[in-house]
T-cell receptor
Framework: AQKVTQAQTEISVVEKEDVTLDCVYE???????LFWYKQPPSGELVFLIR??????QNEISGRYSWNFQKSTSSFNFTITASQVVDSAVYFC????????????FGGGTRLMVKP | DAGVIQSPRHEVTEMGQEVTLRCKPI?????LFWYRQTMMRGLELLIY????????DSGMPEDRFSAKMPNASFSTLKIQPSEPRDSAVYFC?????????????FGPGTRLTVL
């Protein structure tokens, strides 16, 4: 069975601080995909990044970076120099290659960036 | 592309009434997913279809829920009879099974309130 755990339910930071959102996953499969989605106050789910289980390269996109470590089953997300517009709920998700690409979501982390 | 289209965006109904939620996936996508989001349970998969065929409906809470996909461009999720505990945001998502990227694209959601 798949499971995604986001232990931080809520994080509050002041603008320009760096913040890391943790994600730990469980799966029995060797082929899988990991995702991060953002849900702003407007409610839609916005795709941020996908990683497959064979690619442990870290990735940077502007102020966003992701650290994938298979050894600890973690896929953490860092926002550098946070901004008020980053305030949202962030979801980590796992997709098992053999389960038809269905997503198992973590509980989400609510990030509040204060000016 | 218009993205995944869901209707209605908001639905308020009374307990016992039938509710039908609609989804139009992105053209060319061959997988469709229905998710439900609540405060208590987070984001959970209800059912998904591949090539219009239901593959896994183990997430459907009970027999009051049913989903159909009569063709590649349309799906419905029906609740009959509705109950207050069905109040949630229902998301539809689609993706292309054949693509090397299995990112799911989400619709804007339908916020259902059952009084």
């Amino acid at each position: 069975a798949q499971k995604v755990t986001q232990a931080q339910t809520e994080i509050s930071v002041v603008e320009k601080e760096d913040v890391t959102l943790d994600c730990v996953y469980e799966t029995r499969d060797t082929t899988y995909y990991l995702f991060w989605y953002k849900q702003p106050p407007s409610g839609e789910l916005v795709f941020l990044i996908r990683r497959n289980s064979f690619d442990e390269q870290n990735e940077i996109s502007g102020r966003y970076s992701w650290n994938f470590q298979k050894s600890t089953s973690s896929f953490n997300f860092t926002i550098t120099a946070s901004q008020v517009v980053d305030s949202a709920v962030y979801f980590c998700a796992l997709s098992d290659f053999n389960a038809g690409n269905m997503l198992t979501f973590g509980g989400g982390t609510r990030l509040m960036v204060k000016p | 592309d218009a993205g995944v289209i869901q209707s209605p965006r908001h639905e308020v109904t009374e307990m016992g009434q039938e509710v039908t939620l609609r989804c139009k996936p992105i053209s060319g996508h061959n997988s469709l997913f229905w998710y439900r989001q609540t405060m208590m349970r987070g984001l959970e998969l209800l059912i998904y279809f591949n090539n219009n065929v239901p593959i896994d409906d183990s997430g459907m809470p009970e027999d009051r829920f049913s989903a159909k996909m009569p063709n590649a461009s349309f799906s419905t999720l029906k609740i009959q009879p509705s109950e207050p505990r069905d109040s949630a945001v229902y998301f539809c998502a689609s993706n292309d099974l054949g693509s090397s990227y299995n990112e799911q694209f989400f619709g804007p959601g339908t916020r259902l309130t059952v009084l």
